[in-house]
């Protein structure tokens, strides 16, 4: 069935970037192709016809435009939901409907930063954009990503109680040292800390090895949750656990990378004043 | 506003610009869009005919062939730790081998996908209605999915692995576990009596394979020579607990119930987890078996008081000549279970003359019989 191999591409491309998956791209494109060619084939010559022109042409492409991709899968959304009212749709369609468009959201949130940084790095000198990293990393990534992500964990780890733990992920607000952070699926599943550090750096190295540890811990924690319930079936609270701090401990790489020795507790101290990072045990 | 937000906006405004005319074509693109929606939840010509044939063979060529690759990753981890290879090594080892888990999984999945589709094609070319398709696709996950690739593909996956041991790693308490584990409950329980309490075990039955299932069990247990040389000892001398015997029926009741439970939540989505969670309660049946295992292997080394000798002699790791350092904790456990139902008094002469001519048969070439199965 045509659908469930687009579910396919929709479903994996709202986890994670297209470049993370290609191999399995790879494998599903073909025969999502040769079965879109039997549709397009009956078609008359019209706008639904085009648009699966499209899809065929860039399902033909090895390594395609990430964005034009999710453009022409929500070209096929748009005709399903014109098609038919959300009461009859099947289950295959809804879940189609609704990872097509977060796949389509994360594509969007990559392009738009690319466009960005390209113009930023077309008009700075290498040092200027060292700087604007240094100063990105110090700033927003410290105090919105870092020490918000080692406050929450400490947390976590000097919290006994398994369902005081379990609010630290579910919770929308979490009050912890006077300041109401947000808990930690509300913030992954928003994609915070990819939007505001992880996408802005211009180091193309280090964002690319920050942006696959955040999928990886991500894609986990966003498991706690099935449908509207957290059941911890998919990812058990110890998994989720260790899958936060497998990313801390990537952040404190990249953080020594570019020469950050230690926190800068201006808001939140979760080990003291300005621990060095590496002295901090997690 | 956010970047992602006036992109957005920007996208909407295009869409709100004035069309062009549709005017005849307006039928031609609603009829057209009709037809994509159809489509796309039409079964493929393949699944409409049942020619599914190939995709499956190719499927489980591939599902084979992950498998195989997994099993050569865990050995070569095995071997190296064996040798004792430096951390980065094995840091190294243990990612590629997660990795090969991670595909023989996704392989296991793919494999799924495409019995489920091929049963749910047949279905709906019997023009069954959508309840009768989804019930008996229900029962296909559970009796086919299920028994296909959780629970054999596991005893194949685990069989492979055993094979692939390096000698050195499979102790002969695991060699005799796997073999024990091999028989029937009936079997196992059989053998137990006949450990713990030595009845049944004349030269005479032995004499003769045909003179009842309990020889024939026990021989299946151990070899043969080890069974003629402690016949008559244990026979005369041994006053076993039942430890093993009970264990044992507690083990096959627990792993049928979790197994059971594992069956009823079955699905598509969660085969991976569901193969993992099976996984996990083999192993854990694997160890409280070695557990029942040692029990009963000291309840024949020893009488019923005699039970620290045995243990002594059992922790100094002579008596299982090979025991893996793997197999510590199991042991651990198998020794406060057996402390918890015994008291202990002293050794009898009796049941030291007996440890050490067991200790003796261990030690000896038989040993390198076990080795060879």
């Known amino acids: 069935m045509l659908l469930a191999e687009l579910y396919k591409l929709s479903q994996l491309g709202a986890e994670k970037p297209l470049s993370f998956w290609l191999p399995e791209y790879n494998r599903i494109r073909t025969t999502a192709a040769t079965q879109l060619q039997k549709i397009f084939s009956q078609l008359h010559e019209t706008k639904a016809k085009q648009k699966i022109k499209k899809l065929i042409d860039l399902l033909s492409q090895e390594n395609p435009n990430e964005f034009e991709l999710t453009e022409s899968l929500m070209a096929l959304v748009e005709i399903v939901e014109k098609e038919k009212p959300s009461a009859k749709l099947s289950n295959l369609e809804k879940k189609f409907i609704q990872t097509t468009k977060d796949f389509s959201k994360l594509a969007k949130l990559k392009k738009v930063f690319a466009e960005k940084n390209e113009k930023l790095i077309n008009s700075l000198s290498k040092e200027q954009r060292d700087q604007y990293d240094l100063r990105l990393l110090q700033n927003e990534g410290m105090m919105y990503c870092l020490e918000y992500y080692l406050v929450l964990y400490k947390a976590l780890t000097e919290t006994p109680d398994p369902k005081n733990k379990k609010k630290i992920f579910e919770n929308q607000e979490i009050n912890i040292d006077s300041a109401d952070l947000p808990g930690l699926w509300v913030d992954f599943n928003g994609l915070e800390v990819l939007e505001k550090i992880i996408y802005p750096i211009l180091d193309d190295e280090l964002k690319e090895k920050l942006a696959v540890a955040y999928f990886e811990a991500r894609n986990k924690i966003l498991k706690i949750k099935t449908g509207e319930t957290f059941t911890y079936q998919d990812c058990s609270l110890e998994e989720a656990i260790e899958n936060l701090k497998k990313l801390i401990i990537i952040f404190f790489e990249a953080f020594r990378t570019k020469g950050i020795e230690k926190l800068s507790s201006r808001l939140l101290t979760p080990y003291g004043k300005q621990p060095r990072i590496s002295d901090i045990k997690l | ?373």
């Open chain 2, 1 to 373: 506003m956010s970047d992602l937000e006036k992109l957005e906006i920007k996208e909407r405004e295009k869409e709100s610009e004035p069309k062009e005319a549709l005017t005849q074509s307006l039928n031609l693109e609603k009829i057209d869009e009709g037809i994509i929606c159809d489509e796309l939840i039409r079964p493929t010509t393949e699944e409409e005919t049942g020619e599914y044939s190939e995709l499956i063979k190719e499927k489980k060529e591939g599902l084979n062939t992950a498998r195989e690759s997994y099993v050569k990753k865990y050995t070569t981890l095995v071997l190296a730790r064996e040798n004792k290879a430096y951390a980065e090594e094995l840091f190294t080892l243990t990612e590629a081998l997660k990795k090969s888990r991670a595909e023989y999984l996704e392989a296991k999945k793919t494999y799924a996908e495409i019995l489920v589709a091929a049963k749910k094609s047949e279905l709906v070319r019997l023009k069954k209605s959508p309840e009768e398709i989804q019930s008996a696709l229900a029962e296909f996950l559970c009796q086919n999915i299920f028994q296909e690739l959780v629970i054999a593909e596991e005893k194949i996956l685990q069989e492979k692995q055993a094979a692939e041991y390096p000698p050195k790693e499979k102790g002969v308490l695991r060699k005799l576990y796997d073999r024990w584990d091999s028989l029937s409950t009936v079997k196992k329980v059989l053998i137990t009596s006949i450990l713990t309490t030595g009845i049944a075990l004349t030269n005479s039955a032995l004499a003769h394979p045909q003179a009842g299932l309990e020889a024939a069990g026990f021989l299946l247990f151990f070899s043969k020579t080890v069974v003629v040389n402690l016949g008559q000892e244990l026979t005369s001398g041994l006053f076993g607990l039942g430890v093993e015997k009970i264990l044992t029926k507690k083990i096959e009741k627990s792993l049928k119930e979790e197994t059971e439970q594992l069956e009823a939540n079955i699905s598509l989505e969660n085969l991976e987890k569901l193969s993992e969670k099976y996984h996990a309660l083999l192993e854990k049946k694997a160890q409280r078996g070695q557990m029942a295992f040692l029990a009963s292997a000291v309840t024949m080394v020893a009488t019923g008081r005699a039970f620290s000798f045995g243990l002594n002699i059992l922790s100094e790791q002579t008596l299982f000549k090979n025991v893996a350092a793997a197999l510590a904790p199991s042991f651990e456990s198998a020794t406060d279970i057996i402390e918890k139902t015994t008291e202990f008094e002293g050794v009898t002469k009796r049941a030291s003359s007996l440890l050490k001519k067991v200790f003796n048969i261990f030690k000896g070439t038989h040993i390198d019989d076990l080795d060879n199965n």
